[in-house]
Nanobody, 125 residues
Framework: QLQLVESGGGLVQPGGSLRLSCTASGFTLDSYAIGWFRQAPGKERERVSCISSSTGSTYYADSVKGRFTIARDNAKNTVYLQMNSLKPEDTAVYYC??????????????????WGQGTQVTVSS
């Protein structure tokens, strides 16, 4: 059974850092494109960052460019989202998703795949 589990969320002060992990079970992540998405209360889901499987092509939302970094560790079957210089507006539940085959744009394709349950990130003083 294909399963994704997010971890690493928590409460952090503005300017701080967190590293989120998305670990797969039941399949190997190296052949999957992976994305991180977030949803804040009362807001629509937002694409944060995505990474392809073979070429390693990446996408970042303008709101996180220069602050967040997506990376994969195939040996650990895990994809990470390093989040630096966190802002209160980064507060949301963060989800990872995975898809094996891309049919269109990177993050759009990933949204049609399998999802984890999410991890809460709260940025507050």
């Amino acid at each position: 059974q294909l399963q994704l589990v997010e971890s690493g969320g928590g409460l952090v002060q503005p300017g701080g850092s967190l590293r989120l992990s998305c670990t797969a079970s039941g399949f190997t992540l190296d052949s999957y494109a992976i994305g991180w998405f977030r949803q804040a209360p009362g807001k629509e889901r937002e694409r944060v960052s995505c990474i392809s499987s073979s070429t390693g092509s990446t996408y970042y939302a303008d709101s996180v460019k220069g602050r967040f970094t997506i990376a994969r560790d195939n040996a650990k079957n895990t994809v990470y989202l390093q989040m630096n210089s966190l802002k209160p507006e980064d507060t949301a539940v963060y989800y990872c998703a995975a898809v094996r085959l891309l049919f269109s744009r990177l993050c759009v394709s990933i949204e049609s795949g399998s999802w984890g349950q999410g991890t809460q990130v709260t940025v507050s003083s």
